[in-house]
């Protein structure tokens, strides 16, 4: 029965690490300031017919800290990529030289910055929820084996564990929140 024990507090570890490790992901797409090739991670190009992440038709850098450049494998693909990051919403104009594309990351304003506040905080919450759910789906494992023998008192140690794990995510993702807001609010 420990064998079993131990399988549910390391799966429920492992999945509150994916949660946040997908709230990281997330996180990278909210731009915070400064230019970053993050901020293209969803950008998606037209490449013979199909759509191909932007990392794989060029190599995305960043000069300085307010421009992004974009220098494609192919010239001809130049069009698609600046077709590609219209599409993807992102409020960038790309402008290109003939050689490659280039973003001018705009300056954010007080308004937009809590816009974006607002969409980590989402999105740190919903990380939250992900957390929690695994936190319910170990106890609802812990309470089936109690009911297959699981001794009542190695089923409360357990579920305790569970909860101090949880704890200990949600903690991380209030920290991880936080340094996100202090990035994004630092002019």
Known sequence: MTEEVNFILDS????????LAHLDKKFANIRAGKASPAMLGGVMVEYYGSPTPLNQVGNVNTPDARTIAIQPFEKSLIPEIEKGIMLANLGFNPMNNGESVIINVPPLT??????LVKQAKTEAENAKIGIRNDRKNANNEIKKLEKEGLSEDLAKNTEIDIQQLTDGYIKKVDEAFAVKEKEIMTV
Request: net charge negative; aromatic share 0%.
């Open 12 to 19: 429920t570890k492992e999945s509150m690490q994916d949660a």
């Open 110 to 115: 007080e308004e937009r910055r809590k816009d």
